[in-house]
């Protein structure tokens, strides 16, 4: 492993830990150089799940651009690193379990969705915005009453009333 910092090839593990599913291993590293600090995760390879475009383009799974949709979708909102980390891992583990290596994108979408709506509905509304492309204030709207309405998702049953 490089360091980061020097990038000497010298360096010694101080800490390792798994991660609570046992998918990632922590390593805190040292450089032997330079005397620099840090972390490194390690995930097994597996077969490259294909996501199946609008398109019809495939697209292999990136974790990094999940995360940064859902980073997005969570800014300015108290979800904190380690809950984001947390439903990128649950979405790649339930695409990686299903049968077949193509999953379509709207089933991506969709798990996002459900557990942003779990997780904070002003996420889960700003998500669904840009995942839905919402061509007009009424679908917007028709999206929020969802949410309001007792039997979706806990809803609180409450109406929307434009103002």
């Known amino acids: ?3 980061p910092f020097c990038s000497s090839g010298s360096t010694k593990v101080l800490d390792t830990r798994d991660s609570e599913d046992r998918t990632v291993t922590r390593r805190r590293r040292s450089c032997d150089a330079c005397g620099g600090r840090f972390t490194t995760y390690e995930r097994s ?4 799940v294909m996501v ?6 495939r697209e292999a799974f990136s974790r990094m651009k999940l995360r940064s949709g859902i980073t997005k979708a969570c800014a300015k909102r108290p979800v904190s ?5 947390q439903l990128v891992n649950e979405v790649e583990a339930e ?5 077949g290596l193509e ?13 942003l709506r779990q997780l904070d509905t002003v996420a889960y509304i700003r998500f669904a915005s840009v995942y839905r492309a919402f061509a007009d204030l009424t679908s917007f709207q028709d999206e929020i009453q969802k949410m309001l309405t007792p039997d979706r998702a806990g809803g609180t049953g409450r109406q929307l009333t434009p103002s």
């Open 1 to 3: 492993m490089r360091c």
């Open 45 to 48: 390879e597996v077969a490259d």
């Open 52 to 57: 199946v475009k609008k398109d019809g383009r």
């Open 81 to 85: 690193g380690e809950a984001i980390e």
């Open 95 to 99: 695409l990686r379990s299903r049968d």
């Open 103 to 115: 999953v379509n994108h709207q089933l991506v979408g969709e798990l996002v969705m459900d557990k």
